[in-house]
């Protein structure tokens, strides 16, 4: 991962736009950085009053579901689990979650089911005959 230029180049470069009356585009060809990074830092100094580089990188923690999880628990439980109407529900309650963060939940919960023999219904009927089993036990019944 890439470093932050230094706060001395940087006050430098802005230096030259609001005191040396060059423009931006003029003060990144000087200096030989890009002009949206001459325009991002001249921003941040009028926004902020520093030129200082923000963080880079770090750990950002999960978002904590707290009483939400009992409403996605019992959503399963319930009437099915849909993870768009889970992430609507909790939208409504004031939590701001994605799709994504909604799925990793779930998943850690072990709450998501998946069948066992899903792609059989997929396949054909003559591949079907010849890959199951003979007996009628191990068969899933049909509903």
Known sequence: MGK???LDFRKRVVAAVETGGL??????KQFGIGISTAIGWVRRLRETGSVAP????G????????????LVAGAH??????????????????????????WNFVHAE???FKKKRGG??????RRRASARPVDKIS???RA
Do not use: I
């Not at 750990?59 to 009992?70: L, V």
């Open 4 to 6: 932050p230029y230094s």
């Open 23 to 28: 423009s931006c585009n003029q003060a990144a």
């Open 54 to 57: 923000g963080q880079m990188g």
């Open 59 to 70: 750990h950002k923690p999960k978002a904590n579901f707290g009483r939400a999880s009992c």
């Open 77 to 102: 439980q319930g009437r099915g689990l849909h993870l768009a109407r889970a992430c609507a529900e909790l939208a409504e309650r004031g939590l701001k979650v994605d799709y994504r963060a909604v």
């Open 110 to 112: 072990k709450l998501s």
């Open 120 to 125: 059989w219904r997929t396949r054909s009927s």
């Open 139 to 141: 068969r899933p019944r």
